[in-house]
């Protein structure tokens, strides 16, 4: 009973104690949110937000002094040095605020270790207010060791009179994962088996490339007939397969999104018996398999696994111009490249 009555008289006194403090407390905190996407590829733009966060100061915060170090050897401010680098948004002081917005270099940041962004934000007293006040955005330019971090340096928090408010700050780094993108895809060759290689090669040696708003590639496949492309930029690409003998095969309006991690471009069989290259089969390739019908140990550019030079009239790789190679180009008579991509 006795005890009772303890846990009562505890609770009560803590019931008038714990509104009397907090009536009384002052909080500011400024806060990174978590940025977006995560992961991040190379090309995509990275953002996070300042969270600035006042409780309870009669005098009202009316100034914010911020400098934040980014990793220049993954990321990059979207803007030039000296141009401005962060958006200041009306979430926290209004639509009224005045700001300064630079990039600095290392040597004029805190620290002088790396390059920061320095933001001063002022506007209207605010007592108690939550909100955003501006904007980070970078764009991803390396991989690195697979992490762009930020950190807030240095800031100064002030009151309408122009004091220093104390504040909590978090968290001390924010770290975003960075990954390389791959876009993959299948090239088989009609009359190859798909592994393992003729020839003894490791490569099965057909190149893709993919056009976009640049030529990216050629990148070669692989024994399996697989190829991968790295980190290929977000838009929109037409896959091109090619392989000496073979009419090329292809694939356009492929849409890389700017936050995929992955992308497949799917398989495709190429048809061979285009011998002499015009991406056409017809009498000028059977008559130049006929030419050199008969021939052993020609060059095997899928052997070796270094995708040299290659004897197209040996169409299968088998290193001989025979029957077969003969009737692959017979078969596909007629047919023209660039065929579909499809298996
Ligand atoms: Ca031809
Ligand atoms: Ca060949
Ligand atoms: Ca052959």
Not at 217 to 224: E, F, I, Q, W, Y
Request: hydrophobic share 40%; with cysteine; glycine share 12%.
């Amino acid at each position: 009973m006795k005890a009772y009555r303890s846990i009562v008289v505890i609770i009560l006194v803590l019931m008038l104690a714990l509104p009397a403090t907090a009536a009384g407390a002052a909080s500011a905190s400024i806060s990174l949110t978590s940025p977006t996407p995560n992961p991040a590829m190379i090309g995509s733009e990275i953002a996070f937000d300042l969270a600035v966060s006042v409780d309870g100061f009669q005098t009202g915060v009316s100034g914010i002094d911020l400098y934040l170090n980014y990793d220049p050897a993954v990321v990059t401010p979207p803007t030039t040095p000296g141009a401005a680098a962060a958006e200041v948004l009306p979430d926290f002081f209004g639509v009224s605020n005045f700001s300064i917005n630079e990039v600095l270099p290392a040597s004029q940041c805190p620290g002088a270790t790396k390059p920061c962004i320095h933001l001063v934000l002022a506007g209207p007293p605010q007592t108690s207010q939550i909100g955003i006040a501006a904007r980070f955005h970078f764009r991803v330019t390396a991989v690195g060791s697979g992490s762009a971090c930020f950190s807030i340096v240095q800031a100064t928090m002030v009151d309408a009179n122009g004091f220093n408010v104390p504040y909590v700050k978090s968290p001390g780094d924010l770290c975003q994962t960075i990954q390389n993108r791959a876009t993959t895809g299948t090239v088989l060759r009609q009359g190859v088996p798909a592994s393992p290689n003729p020839g003894g090669g490791t490569l099965a040696c057909s190149s893709v490339t993919a056009t976009g708003t640049w030529v990216y590639g050629p990148v070669v496949t692989n024994t399996d007939g697989n190829f991968s492309f790295t980190n290929l930029p977000a838009g929109t690409y037409t896959f091109r397969a090619t392989y000496p003998g073979y009419l090329s095969s292809e694939k356009a309006g492929v849409a890389i999104p700017d936050n995929s991690i992955t992308g497949n471009v799917g398989s495709t069989t190429l048809r061979g018996g285009d011998v002499n290259g015009d991406n056409a089969i017809n009498i000028l390739d059977i008559g130049a398999v006929i030419s050199k019908f008969g021939k052993t140990s020609v060059a095997v550019r899928s052997a070796g696994g270094n995708c040299t030079t290659d004897e197209p009239a040996d169409i299968n790789d088998d290193g001989t111009v025979n029957i077969s190679d003969l009737a692959i180009t017979a078969g596909n008579w007629g047919k023209m490249g660039p065929t579909a991509w499809q298996p």
